[in-house]
Each structure stands twice: as structure tokens, then as C-alpha cells.
């Protein structure tokens, strides 16, 4: 029987830090874990809590991706007690996690900070933008949004190959895209003029979108070159009015750039290896450990919090009150 503390969403807008006596045992396939960090994804986790994701039933506990010490393993597990694992996890300092369609375990190289290795998470989500584009050598790409997913995807761009213009309306966000090596980081009205002389007024190759705001979607469209491409990273979310006839006319008309429009959610790709399939979660995951390592990824300035699970209670209204004053929020569950 061990005391384990886990963060609840228990309503709308109410969070809460329980603590029960448990008593986990790994069955076949099974780690029984103990959380080092988890990370919160302020997109995904405000989304949540404000009652409007009809998959996320209330009260629960939430939990974007950790990094955990193996306790226990189950028959046939693949790791081994003392294994260091990065999953995607809940908000609690125990739990039992397994490999399925929608949760991924690898095991943690060795040498990286560990308060980092939840920030991969971001990392993958934002990789799925580059396997679906067509970005290559010398292209030109903006990314819309620079906060973590932003970010990452900036930064995977440029080791693409491309010249990457980054767009954000916070100053901070701005400066650490350059600390993290984006070159050109510009506020929103700067951006026309930073298309306009990087690209020899061609317009991109590819924007990412990364705030999910569809307003700034639509917005992005002008700043896509002939035969460019709009890429849709992050989840559009809220209500927004438009005459769609005329985003279309991007896409089909010659005289508006023939502009191909794609999705790049994380989950159209493959959680686990598949033998028949060149990319997966999984492998996007061991290029990014593999990046970082080598010091191309850029993974520790964009932790800008570490908090306790006490105050991670009261961290979700202040991330919402002011996103720009937070980015990469780590909770650490040691002792």
C-alpha cells in the first residue's frame, strides 16, 4: 500500500490535489511507475478543464506525457525496475502505464536533464507538421504561434533545412525563439514585410499554424507562396465567422496561389513501430531524444516553471488568466 497524490479536475474550472492509499500491481505488459515530471499542456489541459472536450469526462485526473522510475514490472513488459521511461502519463506520482494506440513508453537515454524529457511531448506534436509537409532544403517557412508547440516546430523546420520566420505577438515568446535559435522571431504586424524580404515577395513555402485560433488561420493564408502550403497544427478551438468561399479559393484557384491545406494532429501518424510505415510517434520520439542530446533541439529554456503538485493546483487559473507568462511548466512529484 503506498500514498499516492494525483491532480483532479473534479468541475468546470475546480482543481484539486487528492491523496488515497493505493495499492498498484503491474499486470502482464504492465510498468507500475513512480513520477519524477509531468508536464502541463496548457492548450490541451485549459481545453479540459473548461468542460467543453466531450472525451474528457469530469471529475479526472489529467496528464499530457511524464517521465517515471519503473517500480515494478509486469511479464513481458520490456523494462526492467530502475528503468528511467518517458510516457504519456497522468498528473500523480503513481501509476500503472502500458503501450497501447494511445500511450507510448521509451526508455530515457542517458544524460539528459530529466526535467526536460517531458518537453519531447511537444516536440513529437509539433513533428507531425514536418512529416506531413514538403518542406526541403532552402525553403522558406513561418510558424504562426511560438509558444512550446511553436516552438518546436520552428526549431524542427530549420533542422529541415529551411530559413524559418517565427510570429508571435509576446515579446518573451519572441526572445526565447531566438535563444533557441529562430533566427527571425517578428510580432504579427512585422510579419508581411519579414515574408516580403526573405522571400523576395514569393510568399512561403509553408506556414505552421500553431495557435489553433482559426482567425489567424485564415490570416496565414496570404503569407503562402504559389503552390505553398498551410499546414494545421494546432486544433482549431472556439467560434469564428468567415465567408468560406473565399479561404477555398486559395486552394483552388491559380491566381490565389493554389494553396494545399493539411492537417497535422498528432494521432495521424502511429503511436507504436509499424513494420510496413517509415514514420510513428515512436520514432519521431527517438529522433527528438537523439536531436537534443546532440544539442540541435533545444529543450531547457522552454521549461519556465517548476512548480509542486501543491501549487500546480492553484498554476491551471494562472494559466489561464495570463498564458504569456508561463510556457513549459514541469511538475515535479519527488520527494
Known amino acids: 500500500m503506498m500514498e499516492n497524490r494525483k491532480i483532479v479536475f473534479e468541475a468546470p474550472w475546480q ?3 487528492e491523496r488515497e492509499d493505493a495499492a498498484l500491481k503491474p499486470g ?6 513512480e513520477t519524477q515530471y509531468s508536464l502541463i499542456s496548457t492548450g490541451t489541459e485549459l481545453a479540459c478543464l473548461s468542460g467543453k472536450e466531450f472525451w474528457f469526462k469530469m471529475p479526472a485526473v489529467p496528464g499530457y506525457c511524464c517521465v517515471s522510475k519503473v517500480l515494478e514490472a509486469g511479464e513481458g513488459a520490456g523494462f526492467a525496475p530502475g528503468d528511467m521511461v518517458f510516457h504519456y502519463g497522468m498528473h500523480c506520482r503513481y501509476q500503472l502505464t502500458s503501450p497501447n494506440d494511445f500511450n507510448l513508453i521509451v526508455k530515457v537515454p542517458d544524460g539528459l536533464d530529466l526535467k526536460t524529457v517531458p518537453m519531447v511531448r511537444m516536440a513529437t506534436i509539433a513533428f507531425t507538421s514536418i512529416r506531413v509537409s514538403d518542406i526541403q532544403l532552402g525553403d522558406v517557412v513561418l510558424v504562426s504561434g511560438l509558444g512550446l508547440v ?19 505577438p509576446a515579446p518573451a515568446r519572441r526572445e526565447l525563439a531566438k535563444r533557441a535559435g529562430i533566427g527571425c522571431a517578428v510580432a504579427p504586424d512585422e ?3 519579414a515574408v516580403k524580404a526573405l522571400t523576395n515577395g514569393r510568399g512561403c513555402n509553408t506556414v505552421i499554424e500553431a495557435t489553433g485560433i482559426p482567425a489567424c488561420a485564415e490570416q496565414c493564408l496570404k503569407y503562402v507562396g504559389y503552390h505553398g502550403e498551410l499546414i494545421l497544427l494546432g486544433t482549431p478551438r472556439g467560434d469564428y465567422q468567415t465567408n468560406l468561399a473565399d479561404v477555398l479559393r486559395y486552394s483552388h484557384l491559380e491566381d490565389f496561389g493554389s494553396v494545399n491545406i493539411k ?23 527517438e529522433v527528438c531524444f537523439d536531436q537534443a542530446a546532440k544539442g540541435r533541439l533545444c529543450l531547457a529554456p522552454l521549461v519556465s516553471h517548476v512548480v509542486s503538485p501543491e501549487e500546480a493546483v492553484d498554476i491551471y487559473m494562472k494559466l489561464n488568466a495570463d498564458r504569456n507568462a508561463y510556457l513549459g511548466v514541469i511538475i515535479d512529484w519527488k520527494e
Not at 502482464?28 to 511507475?33: K, Q
Open 150 to 168: 511553436g516552438n518546436m516546430a520552428a526549431q524542427l523546420a530549420q533542422l529541415q533545412g529551411a530559413t524559418v520566420i517565427g510570429v508571435d
Open 191 to 193: 510579419a508581411e514585410a
Open 15 to 17: 482543481v484539486a490535489l
Open 28 to 33: 502482464a505488459g504492465e510498468l507500475l511507475v
Open 263 to 285: 492537417g497535422a494532429h498528432e494521432w495521424r501518424l502511429p503511436t507504436q513501430r509499424q513494420k510496413y510505415l517509415k514514420h510513428s510517434i515512436e520514432r519521431n520520439t
